[in-house]
């Protein structure tokens, strides 16, 4: 878990704010705050795509990296 965390953190020269929420640089800059909710199962960001799409690249490349991260594993047999 903490090698997927270190990932995300280098490549967005983000930080860890606290459990399950990270500050992430923008491509213009700006900090924003992707959030993961245990309960409901999703992420959610305060960038304005988040805000009116209910998606952004944000939460995409976070959940894109824990998932490409697991599924390494379960394909790493699968020819």
């Keep these: ?20 929420k990270w500050r992430i640089d ?11 909710d245990p309960y409901h199962k999703n992420y959610s960001c305060n960038c304005l795509g988040y ?12 959940s894109e990296s824990f998932r490409n991260k697991y599924r390494g594993r379960a394909d790493a047999g699968v020819v």
């Design 1 to 20: 878990m903490t090698e997927i965390i270190d990932y995300i953190i280098e490549k967005f020269d983000g930080e860890i704010m606290e459990d399950n």
């Design 26 to 36: 923008g491509s213009t800059g700006k900090k924003y705050t992707v959030e993961w």
């Design 51 to 62: 805000t009116y799409r209910r998606k952004c690249k944000h939460t995409n490349f976070i």
